[in-house]
């Protein structure tokens, strides 16, 4: 299978690759993205316009996009995930394209595994009752560090998300709304 992955690192992508070849039990070939995407929330949504018409006419049978939440509440109308949706629609590629949203960051869904307090629902009610975790400390979780460095990033984080596939279906219960869609397209694979 042929996937391409837009995100806003190339330490997510590879994660998500991961994952994914994890859930499918088989391995993927990655279709490079020929546009240059900026990294971080507001040069993605900016890029990703340019990228996914980079991809239209490859071989990429899925294109998975997915951008950190941070503070977004999928439950409101201008959230992330809302807006990435938009640009795949006016793109013309909504069937090879699932949008997801990790919440509050992609390390939780990479993390929840091992950590049963880490899920959507803590996130999204932390001002009446906090979730018990925040973005430095899933990283310093991750990487037993709040800073850590490339390489590290590039090893740590996919060798998660490959045990992480091993609980897809757990993830995807605690983490509907962000992962929820990667997991049914993969399914529908």
Known sequence: MKF?????????EAALAAFCAGVLGREIEHVPCRARVRRGWPALKDTLGPALRSLKYTEAELIVVCADGDGTDLHHPDNRR???????????????????????????????????????????????????YEKLELKRRLYSTDRPLGPDM???????????????????????LGLGPLLTKLGSL
């Open 154 to 176: 590039m090893r740590l984080m996919p060798e998660a998300a490959r045990i992480a596939a091993r609980h897809h279906v757990q993830l995807g219960s605690r983490f509907p």
């Open 82 to 132: 809302d807006q990435l949706q938009l640009i795949v629609d006016q793109a013309g590629m909504t069937a090879r394209v699932v949008v997801t949203l990790a919440v509050p960051m992609i390390e939780a869904w990479w993390l929840a595994p091992q950590h049963p307090e880490l899920h959507e629902h803590g996130w999204f009610n932390r001002r009446e009752r906090p979730p018990g």
């Open 4 to 12: 391409a992955f837009i995100s806003e690192s190339e330490v997510d």
